[in-house]
């Protein structure tokens, strides 16, 4: 996870923070379950759904800065296309533990940032 993009666009238009911080949350929000959907779509022999759910979250979770789950989605794929079960499945593990970890401070990351903004407004 690498925030410096949000932090800056936050510091640029503060009144947009709280969209941005929005933003963030529901892909934190949608991960977990669009992954699920890409596992059971490769475990019913629908690679193609399977690569098109990989495809659009390396775009979403790619947002938060999540170059390991991007690096592996794309392998995924390819692996697909090959028909190399084997490491898909390995690689699926792995992406699994990046997706978890982007996601997991990403979601602190926010905790922060609203403590801050609580902070911010008890002192007005």
Known sequence: FNPTSFEALAMAMPAA????????????????SQFLQAQHALRDNRGHDASRIL???RGSVGT???Q???ALTLQIE???LEGSQQKIDALMVE??????????LAQQWLSRQQGL???????E
Do not use: N, P, Y
Not at 95 to 104: R, W, Y
């Open 117 to 123: 903004a609580d902070k911010h407004h008890g002192s």
């Open 68 to 70: 390991t789950f991007a």
């Open 78 to 80: 390819a692996c697909i």
């Open 95 to 104: 992406a699994t533990d990046a997706l978890k970890q982007t996601c997991s």
């Open 17 to 32: 923070s709280a969209k941005i911080f929005a933003s963030i949350q529901s892909i934190i929000d949608q991960a977990e």
């Open 64 to 66: 938060l800065g999540a």
């Open 55 to 57: 495809h659009t979250m």
